[in-house]
């Protein structure tokens, strides 16, 4: 499975963008991830194909909202109210087999099996 990422650009703080990552295949979930200059990748959220349920880190909860669209294979993330501090490369990932349905499983970066190249996000102050 490919992923392609896209969507990222320069934004001032408060501001929104959408970032979409397209599937060249099915599979069981989709994440996205960040990583901030001199920092660890770390979770943002992710959602499960069939269902639809989401999963958020808490900075994000309320900014963020993962999607899906199954027709296109196509993931997003609505990302608004954006701050300095969400200045990343976002990365998709996919999860191939099956997750336990919590947030602890879906956040963990070895639950992927695919990941995409990665989009930039900066957030200006």
Same mark, same amino acid.
Request: proline letters at 2%.
């Given at each position: ?43 943002? &959220? @992710? ?5 639809? %349920? #989401? +999963? *958020? ?36 990932? &996919? @999860? ?5 349905? %919590? #947030? +602890? *499983? ?20």
């Amino acid at each position: 499975v490919q992923l392609q990422a896209s969507g990222g650009g320069l934004v001032q703080a408060g501001g929104s963008l959408r970032l979409s990552c397209v599937a060249s295949g099915r599979t069981y979930a989709m994440g996205w991830f960040r990583q901030a200059p001199g920092k660890e990748r770390e979770y943002v &959220a @992710a959602i499960k194909w069939s269902s639809g %349920s #989401t +999963y *958020y880190v808490n900075s994000v909860k309320g900014r963020f909202t993962i999607s899906r669209d199954n027709a296109k294979n196509t993931v997003y993330l609505q990302m608004n109210s954006l701050k300095p501090e969400d200045t990343a490369v976002y990365y998709c990932a &996919a @999860a191939r087999t099956t997750l336990i349905s %919590s #947030t +602890y *499983y879906y956040s963990r970066s070895s639950s992927y099996d695919y990941w995409g190249q990665g989009t930039l996000v900066t957030v200006s102050s």
